[in-house]
Structures are given as structure tokens and as C-alpha cells.
């Protein structure tokens, strides 16, 4: 009844103030904790960020018992539990990294009944020891984070995943909760039925934030773009400007600072109290820009965050939804803008092909990135196409909020472009065993003798001048969404470009190519007459 849910309600909140200090629960976080605590499974959908922790953290805390968590981020684990012991929460883990004295002290607290939450990895749950362990103590509620990770059809797949299911058929009385921030459909339920959850609750937030325009524009000069965005849409306005590298953060911060707008540069390799320093800042001042890599962000809650725009391309929609995400909580009109060109898919593409992690991880490191290029070079709405990422329905075709929305991009006929491009590797590589990159690519195609054209004597060759069509921003354009569609890719450290499986299907005219043309007029907020 009514008193008894009061008495649930005023228990949770005063958990979430007296422990985390905070003064209201966000979103669907409160109907979850009142829906555990009462004893229910749930099954909790919600963007990173969103405030999955505290859907398990406060039952935990309120329920009699020991809240265990199943979490496969072992190397979180430790800052997670000191996190939480700096809050006054009685905290644990356990996971291969401990030695065995180590392990005893917890397994002791454990069955002693001092722990408030218990971080497991999921492996510790096929050893009968651990299970025995948890038979021996109280248990409040199983959490199983990363629930997404018992899909054999995902990114994440772990084996350890499936079998979680015994801690229904064990714990029937103790509620489960199972957490993720990226579910399709399908995954969904996946995660009900190889959980073993067919009475549980689900919980979906929606991934959606109305009050954010998404614009993507052509890169130029991208500083120089980034000052015109700002002195037009957001003079004095907070926010935060992402570049890839360091040096680049330092060269940003100091350029807009010397163009009369508050820049403060943000980077790992800056001391501690510089970071510090700039941080408190930013959430203290009304109008300061930070300037950072992506280290920054992580736990800012800056409700007045107008802008977030993107000097470079994230690697993945998960990195550029967290990120943009943190710009108007406060539900207030926000810009997500990034400059994007032929440059960021050379650099990510080169950056995956040289960096650590074996053959599997460059693969899915590729797919996230084809992910977001795939965003970028979109003739439809931005924010649909972000939704059915993360497997929500938009409301409708368009949302009037972005910038295909405001000014629909056109698409044109860019076969015979797309030969002309091709057509100039195979010859270069044929014919001479050369590979080269964009800027000599463009340059034959435009029949211009530079020094280098002359030097390799490429004014010879039967493909020298024969785009001269098309611009050469144009022509950037061109090998750009090529190499987007992956008609064409990067290879090496110079960023050659090579051929790829599919390019034969273009150079034998078996198949269109589509492109998109740039819009001639970029969009700002005020050509669109909405938000
Ligand atoms: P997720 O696990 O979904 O990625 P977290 O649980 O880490 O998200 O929460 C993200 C951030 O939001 C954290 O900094 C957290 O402290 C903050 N947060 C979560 N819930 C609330 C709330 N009700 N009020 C204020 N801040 C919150
Ligand atoms: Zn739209």
C-alpha cells in the first residue's frame, strides 16, 4: 500500500542522500530501486553514464545482507570498492588479481555480515568454493553488470556469462538485477532467457536526448571553424572541445584564448593540480571552454553544458554519445558539433592498423569506427540513426533537431568519380609498384605538375588530369566516403591508399556508388528556425 511503499521510498532516499549525497534519484533509477528492494527481478537498460550503479548500490545498502555484484571489469574493481569505501560503504571484491591472505580477509568479512557489496568476476562463480562460500553468507540482491556480455552474438561475449543463470536457481528468493547500456532487441532477450529472468521486470530508458542538436560539418580549417561556431551560437557559453592529442588540446586552448574566448587546456600529460585546477573551474565559472582529450569528462556533473564539439572523430558511437552526452543535462537548448574529413578516417583507420591488440581486437576496433563513419556520411536523420544504434526506435523519420533534418543533405551519382579514384591506385600500383596517399591521388587527378608529380613522372600516366571535374575539396570528399563504405582503405604508416575486396566490383561497373554532396552552406541553429 501507500505507507509501504512511503517507507521503501524515504529508506532509498535517505541512502542516496546520507551516503552519496545526492538529493534526487535521476530517471528510471527510482521505480528500479523501489522494484528490487521490494524483492523483484529487473532487467535495466540505460546509457552510459545514465546512473546504472546506484540501481543496485542503494538496495544493496537498504536490503539486509550482503549486495554481490558480477562485473567483468576486473581491473575497475579495486577503484570501485575504494571509491565506495571513501563513501563509508563496506565494500569488497574478489578476482584474480588478490593473493590468498588477501582473498581470506573478504570471504571472513563476507561471512561475518560487514560487507555492504561484494564485487565478483563472473569466472570466481563456476568454481564450487565460491558458490559455497555464498551459500554460507547473507545475500541482498545479485547484480549482474555488463549483462550484454552472456550474448554469443555480441561484441563482449564471455562465456562465464551463461553460467550465472544458477544463482535463480540456487538464490530463488534473492532478487537479480542485470545491467547494460547496449542492447538491441535481440540481446535483450538473450540476456532473460540465458539469465533465466522470465519474470523480471524491464526497465528501459531511452537513449534519446531532445534538447541536443547533432551537426557534423565538412572539416576546412577546423579551428577556425570551431571559433565561428562559438562566437555565433555560443558566446560565453560553458563546454568542452575534444581533440585527439595533447598537442593539439595546447594549440586549441591557445588559440581561442587569444581570440577573446576563456579556453583552459585539460590532458594527461598535464600534473595533477593543473587538471585539478582547470576542473573546478570549469564547474564553478559560467562561461569556460575546456579544451581536453577525451580523459576528461568521467563523472563531471556540469548541469549547463551547452556545447560539446569534436575536433576529431571518436572512435566509436558509444565514445561520441558519452561524450556529447554531457552537454545540456539540464534539458536546456545544446550543441554537439564536430568537424569531420578525409584526414580523421586516414588517421583512425592508420591508428587501429598500428596499434596493440591482436587480429580480433583490430577487427572490432574497425567496426566500431565503420559505426561512426557510417553516422557521419548519413543523408538521414542524425538522431535516428544514433537511436537504431543502440536499438531504439527514433519517433519519427525526422527529428527537425539535426543537421540532415535542418538542411537534407543530396545525394549524387559518384560512380564514375569513384572509377576515376580507383582507377589512379590500380594504375600506380600496377603499373609503377607505387602506392601513394590523397593529396598525390588528387593531384594527378587534377592534372597538376607539382614537384612530386614530376618527380615520379606521373603527368605520364593516362589517368594524369582526368578529374578535373571536381575540386580538389571535392575529390577529398570522393576518397573520404570511399574509404568510409571501405571501397578503398589505408595502409601502412604514410597512410597509402590500397584497394580493397569490394573495389573490383566498383572498377568492373558492377555496382553505383552513391555519395553524398557537402552542403555548400553549413547549418547553424538559426538557418534551421528551430530549437
Ligand atoms: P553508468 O554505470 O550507468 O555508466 P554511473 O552509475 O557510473 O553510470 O553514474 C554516472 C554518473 O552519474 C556518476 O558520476 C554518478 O555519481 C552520477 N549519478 C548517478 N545517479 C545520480 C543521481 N541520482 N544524482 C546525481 N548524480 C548521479
Ligand atoms: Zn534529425
Not at 519474470?199 to 576546412?220: L, M, T, W
Not at 539535426?402 to 600496377?430: E, F, I, Y
Request: with cysteine; glycine share 10%.
Amino acid at each position: 500500500g501507500v505507507a509501504g511503499m512511503a517507507v521503501t521510498d524515504s529508506e532509498a532516499l535517505a541512502a542516496l542522500h546520507r551516503v552519496f549525497g545526492y538529493e534526487t534519484f535521476r530517471g528510471e533509477q527510482e521505480a528500479v530501486v523501489d522494484h528490487v528492494i521490494a524483492g523483484g527481478d529487473a532487467v535495466v537498460l540505460m546509457p552510459t553514464g545514465g546512473g546504472k550503479s546506484l540501481c543496485y548500490q542503494i538496495p544493496a545498502l537498504v536490503r539486509p545482507g550482503t549486495g554481490v555484484v558480477v562485473s567483468p571489469l576486473i581491473a575497475l574493481m579495486q577503484d570501485q570498492v575504494d571509491a565506495l569505501r571513501a563513501l563509508g560503504v563496506r565494500a569488497g571484491f574478489m578476482n584474480s588479481t588478490q593473493d590468498f591472505d588477501e582473498r581470506r580477509t573478504v570471504e571472513a568479512e563476507f561471512l561475518a555480515g560487514e560487507l555492504d557489496l561484494l564485487y565478483l568476476a563472473p569466472e570466481r562463480l563456476r568454481l564450487d568454493s565460491s558458490l559455497d562460500l555464498l551459500s554460507r553468507g547473507k545475500i541482498s540482491v545479485f547484480a549482474i553488470d555488463e549483462a550484454h556480455c552472456v550474448s554469443q552474438w555480441g561484441h563482449d561475449f564471455r562465456p562465464d556469462y551463461l553460467t550465472l543463470s544458477v544463482l535463480g536457481e540456487r538464490w530463488p528468493d534473492v532478487p537479480r538485477i542485470a545491467l547494460t547500456a547496449t542492447a538491441t532487441d535481440a540481446t535483450h532477450r538473450e540476456i532473460t532467457e540465458r539469465l533465466g529472468m522470465p519474470d523480471a521486470r524491464h526497465f528501459v530508458a531511452s537513449f534519446d536526448r531532445p534538447n541536443i542538436q547533432y551537426r557534423i560539418v565538412p572539416k576546412a580549417d577546423p579551428r577556425k571553424q570551431l571559433l565561428a561556431f562559438l562566437r555565433e551560437e555560443h558566446a560565453g557559453d560553458a563546454g568542452i572541445v575534444y581533440c585527439l592529442s595533447r598537442n593539439s588540446v595546447e594549440k586549441t586552448a591557445e588559440f581561442l584564448s587569444k581570440n577573446g574566448i576563456e579556453a583552459v587546456p585539460y590532458h594527461a600529460g598535464l600534473d595533477a593540480g593543473t587538471r585539478a585546477a582547470h576542473q573546478a573551474r570549469f564547474l564553478r565559472e559560467e562561461g569556460l571552454v575546456v579544451v581536453a582529450t577525451i580523459a576528461f569528462g568521467m563523472g563531471i556533473d556540469k548541469p549547463d553544458v551547452r556545447f560539446v564539439a569534436h575536433l576529431d572523430l571518436p572512435k566509436s558511437v558509444e565514445g561520441y554519445y558519452q561524450e556529447t552526452g554531457r552537454a545540456g543535462r539540464d534539458g536546456l537548448p545544446s550543441t554537439a558539433w564536430m568537424a569531420y574529413g578525409l584526414s580523421d578516417v586516414i588517421q583512425q583507420r592508420k591508428l587501429i592498423q598500428s596499434g596493440e591488440g591482436d587480429e580480433a581486437f583490430r577487427r572490432r576496433a574497425g567496426q566500431h569506427l565503420d559505426a561512426m563513419l557510417a553516422l557521419c556520411e548519413t543523408v538521414r536523420c542524425r538522431r535516428g540513426q544514433l537511436l537504431a544504434y543502440f536499438g531504439q526506435e527514433p519517433s519519427g523519420e525526422n527529428c527537425g533537431n539535426c543537421d540532415t533534418c535542418l538542411a537534407p543533405p543530396d545525394t549524387w551519382d559518384g560512380t564514375v568519380a569513384a572509377q576515376k579514384v580507383l582507377s589512379t591506385v590500380v594504375r600506380l600500383q600496377r603499373e609503377r609498384g607505387q602506392k601513394f596517399g590523397a593529396v598525390q591521388i588528387v593531384d594527378i587527378l587534377l592534372g597538376r605538375r607539382t614537384v612530386k608529380v614530376i618527380q615520379f613522372d606521373h603527368d605520364q600516366l593516362s589517368v594524369f588530369g582526368i578529374g578535373e571535374e571536381l575540386s580538389e575539396a571535392q575529390w577529398r570528399g570522393v576518397i573520404r566516403q570511399l574509404l568510409a563504405q571501405g571501397l578503398l582503405a589505408v595502409e601502412g604508416d604514410y597512410g597509402t591508399l590500397v584497394l580493397t575486396e569490394s573495389s573490383g566490383s566498383v572498377l568492373r561497373r558492377e555496382r553505383e556508388v552513391p555519395l553524398r554532396k557537402e552542403p555548400e552552406k553549413p547549418v547553424t541553429s538559426r538557418s534551421g528556425g528551430g530549437a
